[in-house]
Nanobody, 121 residues
Framework: QVQLVESGGGLVQPGGSLRLSCAAP????????MAWYRQVPGKQRELVAS???????NYADSVKGRFTISRNNAANTVYLQMDSLKPEDTAVYYC???????????????WGQGTQVTVSS
């Protein structure tokens, strides 16, 4: 089993910033896509941003121009810089990684434990 460890959530005022981090074990053979999702109670989990191993990015329309996804391939870590936060960004944020544990295992998706982001005055 693979554990993705998230950090960086918390309470912030509207207009503020937060940076989320998510690290996969260094022993993983390879990681292709990494992404951040978010979920509020009663709604489906939605894609916020994704990034390929080559650095190509994709964003939900609601966060374009405010959020930036990046990754450190050497550290198996993905980040989400969130600026100009709004109350509607309040959610539990989950990271996801498509990875191969060893060179012989098929690729599979794994999730972090989730971190709460609350935007409120």
């Amino acid at each position: 089993q693979v554990q993705l460890v998230e950090s960086g959530g918390g309470l912030v005022q509207p207009g503020g910033s937060l940076r989320l981090s998510c690290a996969a074990p260094r022993t993983i053979f390879s990681i292709s896509a990494m992404a951040w999702y978010r979920q509020v109670p009663g709604k489906q989990r939605e894609l916020v941003a994704s990034i390929t191993s080559g650095g190509s990015t994709n964003y939900a329309d609601s966060v374009k121009g405010r959020f930036t996804i990046s990754r450190n391939n050497a550290a198996n870590t993905v980040y989400l810089q969130m600026d100009s936060l709004k109350p509607e960004d309040t959610a539990v944020y989950y990271c996801n990684a498509e990875l191969k544990i060893t060179q012989w295992t098929p690729p599979a998706g794994y999730w972090g434990q989730g971190t709460q982001v609350t935007v409120s005055s």
